[in-house]
């Protein structure tokens, strides 16, 4: 699975869009772009994944550059409820038992 | 909405016991997995279980970790003789077979004194 860069820390202030960055330089063409989020030492939660296309739902948009070599998630209204850490994972679609691969993430502040 | 549960919230046991964690999958989900956290580290993947029958495990699951779904309902990991360094969040997580996403439950927190 190909490795991800994102920033340790972000900070937004509460309404405003909170845009995470994600480098995966070494991605493959069969690799999806995936995006979690744990709040607080609770279990991680999807949010949205996506494999060239942008992608949106009720949650968050997810931006994929044309190369596919980084995405951007977009918290379009950021309320205090969507401080997290957010995890960026790129993997393949076997659309069976594969593992996800944490990585450090990016903590996300959402400050009133 | 169906959710991943896990029992107990938390757990503590001295160094050497045995310790059961529970899960109950989302009623539809074929494919499962347990993940552990330790404080303030990242999330890392212990083993997946699908059809009665370990997929794939991570370097950390030894012989002194196990996995069953006794019921067919429960999903459960056992840590045979517990260590200091077993001290965990324990987060399982399940997966319907056609898509993509885990749902994870809320995790056990163990702790061994």
């Known amino acids: ?112 | 909405e169906p959710e991943v549960t896990q029992t107990p919230s938390h757990q503590v046991t001295q160094m050497g016991q045995e310790v059961i964690l529970r899960c109950v999958p989302i009623s539809n989900h074929l494919y499962f997995y347990w993940y552990r956290q330790i404080l303030g580290q990242k999330v890392e993947f212990l083993v997946s279980f699908y059809n009665n029958e370990i997929s794939e495990k991570s370097e950390i699951f030894d012989d002194q970790f196990s996995v069953e779904r006794p019921d067919g309902s429960n999903f459960t990991l056992k840590i045979r003789s517990t260590k200091l360094e077993d001290s965990a969040m324990y987060f399982c997580a399940t997966k319907e077979g056609l898509a993509n996403e885990q749902y994870f439950g809320p995790g056990t927190r163990l702790t061994v004194t």
């Not at chain 1, 860069?5 to 070494?26: F, I, K, V, W, Y």
């Not at chain 1, 679609?93 to 009133?112: D, M, W």
């Open chain 1, 1 to 112: 699975d190909a490795k991800t860069t994102q920033p340790p820390s972000m900070d937004c202030a509460e309404g405003r869009a909170a845009n995470l960055p994600c480098n995966h330089s070494t991605i493959s063409g069969n690799e999806y772009v995936y995006w979690y989020r744990q709040i607080h030492s609770q279990g991680p939660q999807y949010i949205i994944h996506g494999l060239k296309n942008n992608e949106t739902n009720e949650m968050a948009s997810l931006i994929i550059t044309e190369d596919r070599k980084s995405s951007t998630l977009i918290l379009p209204h950021a309320t205090l409820r969507d401080t997290a850490v957010y995890y960026c994972i790129v993997r393949v679609l076997l659309g069976g038992y594969n593992k996800l691969i944490f990585g450090a993430g990016t903590r996300l502040a959402v400050h009133p």
